[in-house]
């Protein structure tokens, strides 16, 4: 009996240092994926922001100075392309900060809101 009560202890510390560690595994990382999140976050509310505010002035101006005759269309095609970049750079930076935050909250636990594709599903 007494060899069973400490070979069922030693199974039961066992079993406490395998859910400590999986519990400081997943502590280690939600805290990295805070710090992902806010990274990603950042970028998109300030960088990707200021990026397209740029790029935006610029095609403004050079659109004016096309309909004034002050630049070929080929400068105002190369604003235009570099307004859409930006403003994709920005798409993207607001994705990946909403990934971010997702992958934070399912390493919470959180559940992902009704009707939100799963990772077998293809996204739209």
């Known amino acids: 009996v007494e060899r069973e009560v ?5 199974e039961r510390d066992g079993v406490r240092a395998r859910l ?4 400081l595994a997943a502590e280690a ?3 990295s994926l805070r710090v992902i999140a806010a990274q990603a976050e950042a970028r998109a509310g ?16 050079a659109e004016a100075r096309l309909t004034r005759g002050q630049v ?9 392309k570099n307004r859409l970049e930006a403003q994709l750079g920005l798409v ?3 994705e990946t900060a909403l990934l971010a935050r997702l992958d ?3 390493a919470r636990g959180v559940p992902p809101p009704a009707g939100a594709p799963t990772a077998e599903e293809d996204l739209p």
């Open 104 to 106: 934070l909250e399912q």
């Open 46 to 61: 300030e960088h990707a922001v200021e990026m397209d505010r740029a790029a935006t002035s610029n095609w403004v101006a």
């Open 6 to 10: 400490r070979a069922r202890a030693a």
């Open 29 to 31: 990382r939600v805290a």
């Open 72 to 80: 070929d269309p080929a400068g105002w095609i190369l604003a235009a």
């Open 92 to 94: 993207n930076e607001r």
């Open 20 to 23: 400590e560690d999986a519990l």
